[in-house]
């Protein structure tokens, strides 16, 4: 899934940004955002957790889950 992300990352890089975490490096991450599984994806906006989704996800329902979770003109 990380090679995905990272196109998807490229490819909206003027809609949203994609940022990473090591769950193991920070573990109060995890815990705060009650993070279950991995892969696991969380939408924010102004800095609120909007969405939250895993797994392996088709690359087209990826970005359709993003461009839902936030407010962009025209979605």
Known sequence: ???VV???ALEYKDT???????AIKYPEI?????VR???SYLVF????????FGGQTPKAEFVQNVLN???VEGN
């Open 1 to 3: 899934m990380a090679p």
């Open 6 to 8: 990272a196109e998807i």
């Open 16 to 22: 949203f940004i994609v940022a990473k975490f090591n």
């Open 30 to 34: 995890s815990q705060k955002y009650q």
């Open 37 to 39: 599984g991995h892969p």
């Open 45 to 52: 906006q102004g800095g609120e957790l909007v969405k939250r």
């Open 69 to 71: 979770a936030i407010d």
